[in-house]
């Protein structure tokens, strides 16, 4: 649909487009991971493991299998980001080089239309409306109004200047721009107003840039007292239409890619790939859950009141837990059978002796 080139009036200044370009589109992103839930106290839902570090043995409970890693599924979030990578390459390399011109493959006949007679003689206007369309293939079309026909249904012109290019222009290549003034002008003060609007089909050439200044240039021009509405849009134009085609770099669609692609790499980066507890836990091993879990104001006692009983490797002087492996997991050794303390819960202990090799497995 079309959408404002920018416009101004002589009270109120200049505004610019008020609508993205298509070379211009902003994305976004956005989304959550369930984090693995760890502690150093038990709470609902846990499981134990025993995890090594500087040789001595540490406890960690997690709802979180730690001795299987990170899933490899998570990489497929990485086919959420494509899209955005997609966009952020496209802007990327549409934010330079030489413009094409656009197919006419459409109607194209140049309008310029006086409903407010503000213009007078057309014919170098004529001129350099035809000039700008051989260069870029883009329609461009002048009307005139008064004030008195969009003020009192509608809150601005650019309202305006939609409705009329939507019912006179079936295409997105024509670039229309709207002149309005009192009927009867004050002379100490000409309340005029101007908007653009351009297609769709135009932002390739029409950019965000080229827009800003087309419109920075014909706003001073309308502003120089004496000077012609013809005038000013025929200088206008004949500045823009030499330099339109040629090559030109969008520093502003640029940055945009570059934010949107660093934001996303950075994004996915945290999301997939930085796991700091993955080399953390590297190695862990459950060790089950003596006794059971009971609510604080409960008398059941609780698992982490178990002490684990450590031992140490008698080869090479690593400590490591009873029970949990049947080798040193610091040289491999294999350990012996040993005798350790249960805590029961009447308070007391029972010794027993656990055959390492036949309760777990390495």
Excluded at 37 to 46: I, L, Q
Excluded at 276 to 294: F, R, S
Excluded at 297 to 318: D, L
Aim: charged share 20%.
């Amino acid at each position: 649909m079309p959408h404002s080139s920018g416009g101004g009036s002589h009270g109120g200044g200049s505004h610019h487009s008020s609508s993205s370009h298509s070379s211009s589109h902003r994305s976004s992103s956005g989304g959550g991971s369930s984090r693995i839930r760890t502690s150093h106290t038990y709470f609902p839902g846990a499981r134990r493991f025993v995890y090594y570090r500087n040789g001595v043995p540490n406890y960690v409970y997690s709802d979180t299998d730690l001795s299987k890693g990170p899933s490899k599924l998570r990489f497929l979030m990485l086919i959420f980001y494509v899209p955005f990578v997609l966009a952020a390459f496209l802007m990327i390399f549409t934010s330079f080089g030489v413009p094409e011109k656009l197919k006419v493959d459409y109607n194209s006949q140049i309008v310029i239309q006086d409903d407010a007679n503000v213009l007078g003689d057309t014919t170098k206007l004529g001129d350099a409306l035809e000039d700008f369309f051989n260069t870029t293939g883009i329609s461009p079309a002048v009307m005139t109004v008064y004030n008195s026909d969009w003020e009192d249904n509608y809150t601005d012109l650019e309202k305006y200047a939609y409705e009329l290019y939507v019912n006179r222009f079936y295409d997105e290549k024509h670039w229309l721009i709207v002149y309005s003034q009192p009927k009867d002008p004050d002379d100490e003060f000409n309340n005029w107003y101007w908007e653009g609007m351009q297609g769709d089909d135009t932002d390739s050439i029409i950019t965000s840039s080229v827009a800003y200044d087309f419109t920075n240039d014909l706003h001073k021009r309308l502003l120089v007292e004496g000077t012609k509405v013809n005038d000013a849009i025929t200088d206008s134009f004949n500045a823009l239409t030499p330099t339109v085609m040629k090559f030109r770099f969008d520093g502003e669609t640029f940055g945009i890619g570059i934010f949107i692609l660093l934001f996303v790499c950075i994004h996915a980066f945290f999301m997939v790939f930085f796991r700091p507890d993955a080399k953390k836990y590297k190695g862990a091993k459950e060790v089950p859950l003596d006794g059971y879990y009971a609510p604080p104001q409960q008398t059941a006692p609780q698992p982490q009141s178990v002490v684990m009983k450590q031992a140490s490797c008698e080869y090479c002087g690593g400590v490591y837990t009873v029970g949990s492996c049947n080798a040193c997991p610091h040289c491999g050794a294999p350990i012996q059978p040993q005798d350790y303390t249960v805590p029961v819960h009447n308070g007391t202990s029972t010794a027993s002796t656990t055959d390492t090799t036949s309760t777990n497995t390495h």
